[in-house]
């Protein structure tokens, strides 16, 4: 069976290509012949050539217009001509004119976050968003859903837009094992930088809506206390300025660190000199229905997460997890006090669950059991 996943823009700043990266491997070691189709960038080059063999056919188109990227993908797409079409997202740029297609392939639409949900998409914004949503319903073949909310959600709207049969997957993200095992290379030089300290990662959007200044907060209350604890932050975004001045006017700067984007190649290294690792979430639509990729790439690490007591991470962790309430600081700095303390253990989290090995296997898994007339059709050839 051939596959041709299509993503859309750069890596560095769309996250979404990582279900692509992440399964194209381990798909092709279960049978499937598999193709990306992935914007011409050079972190989009950078992250292929380390995720994926050369047994991975990646088509590079150039940055353009939205109608120019349609067209270039909906050609790509017929000279491929796979059985199954697999957007990492969906949305009026990145799609194919399925009119102009020559062959009936499966397309099927992941989806990993909730536009419509998110509070800064307002107005006439977010009925944008929430008609892109629908149309989904009505364009895929099949839905690939990264969240049990997302699930929940577009299983209701097929009802409501009379396709109660339209195969919906739960598939979350997962970790690599190419990047967990990847050299270390700057991992003595940040253990000796930090001996005897307890070290704290972020790695996200410095934003407000995703805890940045809950953690600032969190770690001025610490600092009374303590000085030889320490937060970097992995990432860039909108309120990095803000926050930077409030680390300065707290008198904060020996013990947070901006340290803006990091290459993929030196996470392993941050990672495993970490104690610990802090993903926020807030009890709202938008993180219920969000997959945290960045989790699943901190499981393989064996350290405590503290996070909120919301949808993946309570699926991960249950009931054992180290939560806090995003909207009190305080909340965070009694974790982060116990682990410097010695008294938090990592959560014990089955790894084989959370790989992309097992999302290829559940993936092919539900192929098979949703289309089995295709793929009859498709071994008769």
């Known amino acids: 069976m051939k596959i041709c996943f299509i993503t859309l823009g750069d890596i560095k700043f769309i996250a979404t290509m990582k279900r692509a990266i992440g399964m194209a491997e381990p798909l092709l070691l279960l049978g499937w012949e598999v193709s990306l189709i992935a914007q011409d960038t050079e972190e989009n080059r950078k992250r292929i050539a380390m995720e994926c063999s050369d047994a991975v056919q990646v088509y590079y188109y150039p940055e353009g217009t939205a109608a120019e990227e349609v067209r270039i993908k ?11 079409i697999l957007f990492c997202s969906f949305s009026f740029r990145n799609r194919i004119l399925k009119n102009k297609l020559k062959l009936k392939s499966t397309i099927l639409i992941e989806h990993s976050e909730l536009p419509s949900g998110i509070p800064d998409n307002r107005g006439l914004r977010r009925y944008a968003m929430l008609a892109l949503e629908y149309w989904s319903v009505l364009y895929a073949d099949g839905l690939l859903c990264a969240s049990k909310y997302l699930c929940r959600t577009y299983t209701k709207r097929a009802a409501q837009l009379f396709r109660k049969r339209l195969p919906v997957h739960y598939s979350p993200y997962a970790f690599n094992n190419e990047v967990v ?32 200044f809950t953690m600032l907060q969190a770690m001025e209350i610490i600092s009374r206390e ?42 392993s290294s941050y990672f495993a000199a970490a104690d610990a690792f802090i993903s926020p979430l807030n009890d709202t ?33 249950g009931k054992e997890g180290y939560y806090f309430d995003n909207h009190a600081p305080v909340s965070l700095a009694a974790l ?46």
């Not at 909906?74 to 199954?84: G, H, K, Q, R, W």
């Not at 793929?375 to 008769?380: K, P």
């Open 74 to 84: 909906t050609a790509l797409v017929n000279e491929i001509a796979p059985d199954y």
């Open 181 to 212: 095992e990847s050299p270390r290379v700057r991992y003595q030089e940040l253990a000796e930088m930090y001996q005897g300290k307890t070290l704290l990662i972020y790695m996200g959007t410095l934003t407000r809506n995703y805890g940045l």
């Open 226 to 267: 303590r000085s030889d604890i320490h937060l970097l932050l992995l990432g860039r975004g909108r309120h990095q300025e803000e926050a930077k001045d409030y680390v300065k006017e707290r008198g904060l700067s020996m013990q947070v660190q901006f340290l803006g984007y990091t290459p993929e190649e030196e996470l």
């Open 285 to 317: 639509v938008q993180d219920w229905a969000r997959c945290p990729s960045k989790i699943y790439m901190y499981i393989p690490f064996n350290k405590p997460v503290f996070t909120g007591k919301i949808g993946e991470p309570l699926e991960i962790f």
């Open 336 to 381: 982060i006090s116990e682990l410097a303390s010695g008294g938090l253990k990592p959560v014990s989290v089955d790894k084989g669950a959370h790989s992309w090995e097992k999302r290829a296997v559940d993936f092919t898994e539900w192929i098979n059991s949703n289309y089995a007339d295709k793929v009859l059709h498709i071994a008769n050839l």
